[in-house]
């Protein structure tokens, strides 16, 4: 019987034991382990929070992750249930469901299975173990091997020779929901529970107005953490949190306050910035940088991938600045989006898109006074952009011959995959006054456009189809570089233009576009590897931040990447 009507059987079998909860847990302790994991992923997707609870207590292998896993309802209720199984007192390990499971993973990632293989049964390993916290099972045991081998006693680390220490990885939001709150007090009292065998490691952390959750904060182990998102926060409130937190490798902040960009909590929160040696990505918005960018410049690493500085008061002194720093070689997304930074001269940005010119995969200039002759003057630079996936420029002033310009230029960047672009000028009664837009004209510009890439699209498909009698092409050249027709309208971007995109997505798809895992699976899409993590909140309990804008159809998303036809 070959491999796939075996997998078959196994999922037969499984859907068979769900069918009836109460024999489907007495059946553990006899399940071969090949059903396990199938059984496991039914019984997930199906939201069986009993099956879930008693398949923890008597996993077979060394670890388990949710994955790619995901459903919309109930999800915290899973979560409480699978963190429910795990065996953290010696008396439940009495039992003759007696558990090998050693780290139960909570966190959703599309490039995690549901257990690592077995490479040796004897010290079986997890690739997602921590590796930073003294807290943590690689620790723990190091400690009880030295007790017990060496006679050394270390009072922190030691646990009764009947525990054995658990992991229990999740990420978190600390959005004032009471259902997030509901579970975080689960999950303190479970670790209180414990006596110190389950260590609760979070690497993801995602808090709103951090003056109410400073007490929830203190059950964390904060040096496990390498990603950050804060909103509403002092600068001092900030620095703090940094220096608990050594391992970062990505960063996010919106509106931080503080009172001068040359007083003392700003020197302070520079010198703790400087001190995260593996920070890769780092966004800021609503953070008061004017003519200061250079100070940051100077501390971050040199190969940042990410900078994101969005409403951050940037001057063309700014932008020379980044221009002529070591970090302007390495970036592969850099979004400068609400700052005024075409106001006076092109010069500064146009001699960044040079230095960004080998590397740049993703750009973001939304809302920035980009004019015709702005865009004129940085078409050249723009066009030796080679690597470039995305460009978006929406809620600028641009006209439609430019327009026509801009799109004729791109279309000699081969992996070009998105471009969000504004409305031309003329199809507004008043630019940018929202209720003013002329529909028709609109419709008439997304012909235009339309025409324009078939034909566009034709002429790769003819070149292709010549090349290939020669030497063979790569596919994916060709589809990246080929658009396809279908134009949608979307809101005026906020604070970033991914809530835009995922407007387009929700038409698109109807997959919940205003859902952060919506949001995140599209942008792992988009922005390849750039995206570590695939977060899940509970639907409707999480709202993306305002927008700065009213809402208009000030924006057009073309670009969407199109099969190669075969």
Not at 116 to 121: L, V
Not at 172 to 198: I, P, W
Not at 525 to 541: A, L, Q
Request: net charge negative; proline share 4%; aromatic share 8%.
């Amino acid at each position: 019987m070959d491999q796939k009507a075996i997998a078959t059987l196994l999922e037969l079998a499984a859907k068979s034991l769900l069918s009836n909860e109460p024999a489907a847990i007495h059946a553990l302790e006899e399940l071969p382990r090949d059903l396990f994991v199938p059984l496991f992923i039914d019984a997930f997707l199906g939201g069986h929070k009993k099956i879930l609870k008693a398949m923890v207590r008597a996993w077979p292998f060394h670890c388990l992750h949710i994955g790619a896993l995901s459903i919309q309802e109930s999800y915290y209720e899973i979560l409480e249930a699978m963190t429910d199984g795990l065996q953290i007192h010696p008396d439940q390990n009495s039992s003759s469901w007696e558990s090998k499971l050693r780290i139960l993973d909570l966190r959703q990632d599309p490039d995690c299975g549901t257990t690592c293989s077995e490479i040796s049964t004897t010290f079986p390993f997890c690739f997602q173990s921590c590796v930073y916290s003294r807290h943590s099972m690689l620790k723990t045991e190091e400690a009880q091997h030295n007790v017990k081998c060496l006679g050394i006693v270390n009072s922190e680390s030691e646990l009764p020779s009947t525990q054995k220490p658990i992991e229990l990885l999740v990420d978190l939001s600390f959005n004032s929901t009471l259902r997030t709150k509901q579970f975080l007090s689960f999950l303190q009292s479970k670790v209180e529970q414990s006596f110190g065998s389950l260590h609760l490691c979070c690497r993801d952390l995602q808090i709103d107005k951090i003056s109410a959750h400073k007490s929830v904060l203190q059950f964390l182990d904060l040096g496990c953490i390498d990603h950050l998102e804060l909103n509403q926060a002092y600068l001092n409130e900030v620095t703090t949190l940094l220096a608990q937190m050594i391992h970062l490798n990505s960063i996010s902040l919106s509106n931080i306050s503080f009172k001068h960009r040359k007083g003392e909590d700003f020197r302070a929160f520079l010198i703790q910035l400087g001190q995260l040696d593996n920070l890769q990505e780092l966004s800021l918005a609503l953070f008061c940088l004017t003519d200061q960018l250079h100070k940051l410049l100077r501390i971050l690493p040199p190969q940042l991938d990410i900078l994101c500085l969005s409403f951050c008061g940037l001057s063309n002194r700014d932008i020379t600045v980044l221009s002529q720093s070591s970090q302007a070689t390495y970036l592969r997304l850099l979004n400068l989006s609400n700052n005024q930074i075409f106001s006076e001269v092109y010069e500064p940005f146009r001699n960044l898109l040079e230095k960004v010119s080998g590397t740049l995969q993703y750009l973001e200039i939304n809302n920035c006074l980009v004019t015709d002759s702005t865009l004129s003057a940085v078409l050249p630079a723009l066009s030796h952009c080679t690597h470039l996936h995305v460009l978006s420029f929406a809620f600028n002033p641009i006209t439609m011959p430019l327009l026509m310009d801009l799109l004729q230029h791109l279309t000699c960047l081969m992996e070009l995959k998105h471009v969000i672009y504004p409305v031309p000028v003329h199809c507004y009664e008043q630019w940018n006054f929202p209720g003013s837009l002329d529909r028709q004209k609109l419709a008439e510009v997304q012909a235009q456009l339309t025409a324009m890439l078939q034909v566009h699209f034709q002429v790769l498909q003819n070149s292709r189809a010549k090349k290939q009698q020669k030497q063979k092409m790569c596919p994916t050249l060709w589809k990246c570089g080929a658009y396809s027709v279908g134009l949608y309208e979307i809101t005026p971007v906020s604070k970033h233009v991914s809530d835009s995109i995922v407007a387009k997505e929700k038409i698109k798809y109807n997959d919940g576009g205003s859902s952060p895992q919506g949001r995140k699976k599209f942008w792992r899409s988009v922005r390849g590897n750039f995206g570590k993590r695939n977060r899940h909140y509970d639907r409707g309990e999480y709202e993306p931040q305002p927008s700065h804008f009213q809402e208009d159809d000030g924006n057009v998303l073309m670009g969407d990447v199109q099969e190669d036809p075969q």
